[in-house]
T-cell receptor
């Protein structure tokens, strides 16, 4: 059974810092990995999608990496801003037994202080 | 471009009342459709998914059911709500679960009282 873990559960940083959010998964037979952002009371906004054949994806100040063999992904946020405050969710699609369904981690709640 | 719509945004219902949440996708055909629930402290849980009209797969035994009466319409229902059905319900779609990522709707906050 695929399990996804995100560390840390919460993070508070001053504005301008570079930071790394971590995601690990137990079954490396995935199709892809997706990072989402969720603001309080809102739906999920897709940030980056990494296919299993890719090592990383970049969008603006965000960079996500994938090491499928070790079951890990990181989301790097450069020069953090207060507007980056949100919960970040990692989700994997695929795995040996889950027929491609998206399995989520519990999320990392980020607070960027001005 | 493709868009996904969910309604209502919030709902307060008494225990034992029926439920109907609707999700529609525009700008694509034959999407894969999903219902997720996000309960406090429990993360996102897949409830149902559908790969075509009338094709529904249930992931978790529960008080809920889903239907797909049209290609781009996905409905979540209950005949009698329980307190434990409270949560944030999210609809999602993708064109191909291997190649493409998931796109989520804005969600429905359901409170059963």
């Amino acid at each position: 059974k695929q399990e996804v873990t995100q560390i840390p559960a919460a993070l508070s940083v001053p504005e301008g810092e570079n930071l790394v959010l971590n995601c690990s998964f137990t079954d490396s037979a995935i199709y892809n990995l997706q990072w989402f952002r969720q603001d309080p009371g809102k739906g999920l906004t897709s940030l980056l999608l990494i296919q299993s054949s890719q090592r990383e994806q970049t969008s603006g100040r965000l960079n996500a990496s994938l090491d499928k063999s070790s079951g890990r992904s990181t989301l790097y946020i450069a020069a953090s801003q207060p507007g980056d405050s949100a919960t970040y969710l990692c989700a994997v699609g695929g795995g040996s037994s889950n027929t491609g369904k998206l399995i989520f981690g519990q999320g990392t709640t980020l607070q960027v202080k001005p | 471009s493709q868009t996904i719509h969910q309604w209502p945004a919030t709902l307060v219902q008494p225990v034992g009342s029926p439920l109907s949440l609707e999700c529609t996708v525009e700008g694509t055909s034959n999407p894969n459709l999903y219902w997720y629930r996000q309960a406090a402290g429990r993360g996102l849980q897949l409830l149902f998914y559908s790969v075509g009209i009338g094709q529904i797969s249930s992931e978790v035994p529960q008080n809920l059911s889903a239907s797909r009466p049209q290609d781009r319409q996905f409905i979540l229902s209950s005949k009698k709500l329980l307190l434990s059905d409270s949560g944030f319900y999210l609809c999602a779609w993708n064109a191909d679960r291997v190649i493409y990522g998931y796109t989520f709707g804005s969600g429905t906050r359901l409170t059963v009282v």
